[in-house]
């Protein structure tokens, strides 16, 4: 029998089962799609502690999420690292001591190691303000972090993986009865076939399917409900030099980011739409790319419009339901229900959540189910580097020199790539090649047939959208053409 049943594979989802399963669990995950296939792939793609947050008094929130930002930044430099955000000061929205009184709490609320402190700063001209609009004359910078996000699922499903954990992709839980010492849940995969699963005890990670699955499948009605908050971004060339991002301030109170993005591009969002219909809540809407490009085009001396959208993508965050009316006011926090009606087979349930504070979450989860599994090991996830992680310092660039002194006969620019990908497990791919010719079929840009085998073999990849958006972001830089290659390749596999 095993210990956990986790079901959803999304960032919280993979970080409970990574937790678990290194404490000595028997854990089995299962999702119904692919791995950060919903919210955990959608977000802004930061590690941060959430400024605007701070303005609706999110203090234990944003402090928790501070002091993450340089754990996780240690645990795996490859896919995270630093980011300088640029506030351009608009005095109609808020004053300039507000900006400063929220920068200093931010600067001081979580431990701070790595990243430098915030400032006020001049724009105009080349640095910071190049493309800004002229009458913009000062702002603020501060730093949080950058993440892959939908990777950051993808290496906690292989860490847990190989701690033991059994990782089932497009493997529904269809239904679950409790007894007062397990569970048995169904679970169903993608040809339809059934099969039954015993576990003491059943998290459920299903993320904006979380109540629904208490109300359905499990049979385990709860008074605790979820607001599904649609957030989209955009993408379009690049719109200003250097490696900064910029924090935008709306007039409508909220913020819209503007963050470097695959080297040629710029991402801009996100937006805040309270939904009802799943999953077809989770496609951007022409009012939503006019707003976004409205909220830029106030500060760009060269304004874009919706036609200049290269792609698009929005995700459903599922809020837990505090009362507030106003969708960006509802809290970022998380909460965890915990139905011991029968001790011995607990029932865990994950409402919010960012991915920021993912690993401490699962810490909390496991602290609460603890009287259930009194055997377990204590927390460990803070030190322990995910796959590809495990970069001497942390130094990504020595990484990056490393591979190019291991492989002079490849690509400096797609070592690099790959590096960024994969960190350390980089060399695990290369193997022995001494040309690029040796990593087989070039599909475009970074991607050759040697990491796409990789990726179905270690990473529960299977379809093109698996490889091109999630696993990697190649999709943004290839044609169609070029995507229908690997679609091919993975059907003749």
């Known amino acids: 029998m095993l210990d956990l049943i986790i079901i959803g594979g999304g960032i919280n989802g993979v970080g409970i089962a ?44 944003v402090a928790e999420a501070l002091s993450e930002r340089e754990t996780l930044l240690k645990i795996a430099p490859h896919i995270i690292w630093p980011l300088e955000f640029v506030m351009p000061h608009v005095p109609e929205l808020r ?39 002229s009458n913009i004359k000062k702002g603020f910078v501060y730093s949080d972090c950058w993440v892959d996000d939908a990777r950051l699922v993808a290496i906690n499903a292989r860490s847990a993986a190989d701690l033991g954990a059994t990782i089932l992709t497009r493997t529904a839980c269809v239904a679950g009865r409790r007894s007062p010492e397990s569970w048995e849940i169904d679970l169903q995969d993608a040809t339809g076939a059934l099969q039954t699963v015993s576990a003491k005890g059943v ?34 060339q690049r719109r200003f030099p250097g490696a900064h991002a910029f924090i935008l301030q709306n007039d409508d109170k909220r913020i819209v980011f503007m963050i470097p993005f695959e080297g040629e591009f710029t991402l801009i969002g996100t937006t805040d739409i309270e939904v009802h219909d799943l999953p077809g809540a989770s496609t951007i809407t022409p009012e939503e790319v006019d707003y976004l490009c409205r909220a830029a085009n106030r500060y760009l001396a060269k304004p874009m419009a919706p036609a200049d959208v290269v792609w698009s993508y929005s995700g459903v965050r599922p809020l837990y339901d505090d009362g507030q009316t106003d969708p960006s006011a509802i809290t970022r926090d998380y909460t ?34 603890r009287p259930s599994f009194p055997h377990m090991t204590g927390p460990w996830t803070g030190t322990k580097a995910l796959p590809g992680g495990d970069i001497p310092g942390a130094d990504f660039e020595a990484l990056v020199l490393a591979l190019a002194q291991k492989y002079p006969g490849l690509s400096a620019d797609y070592l690099r790539a790959l590096a960024r990908r994969q960190g350390s497990r980089a060399a695990q791919i290369l193997g022995e090649a001494a040309s690029m010719a040796d990593l087989g079929t070039h599909f475009g840009h970074t991607l050759y047939a ?36 690997v679609a091919t390749y993975l059907a003749a596999r």
């Not at 979380?210 to 908050?229: C, S, W």
């Not at 696993?471 to 995507?483: D, I, M, P, W, Y």
């Open 450 to 485: 040697r990491e796409v085998d990789y990726l179905v073999a270690n990473e529960w990849a299977k379809t093109t959208d698996d490889i091109l958006w999630r696993r990697t972001k190649c999709g943004l830089h290839l044609s169609q053409v070029e995507r229908d290659a």
């Open 336 to 369: 965890l229900v915990l139905d011991v009606a029968y001790p011995q087979s607990p029932l865990l349930s994950v409402f919010g959540g960012k991915i920021t504070t993912y690993r401490r979450l699962a810490e909390f989860v496991l602290d609460k189910l």
């Open 95 to 133: 004053p300039a001591w507000m900006i400063r009184a929220g920068l200093f709490l931010y600067d001081h609320l979580g431990k701070r190691e790595k990243l430098p402190g915030s400032r006020g700063v001049t724009l105009g001209g080349a640095g910071y303000g190049e493309n800004i609009r």
């Open 203 to 236: 998290v459920n990670a299903a993320g904006p399917w979380v109540k629904a699955i208490l109300d359905g499948e499990l049979h385990q009605p709860t008074r605790a409900n979820v607001k599904q908050v649609k957030g989209s971004h955009i993408v379009v």
């Open 18 to 61: 990574r937790d678990a399963a290194g404490r000595g669990l028997k854990v089995l995950l299962c999702e119904k799609d692919d791995l950060a296939s919903h919210t955990s792939s959608s977000s802004s793609k930061l590690i941060h502690g959430g400024l605007r947050y701070l303005e609706y008094y999110e203090f234990r929130l």
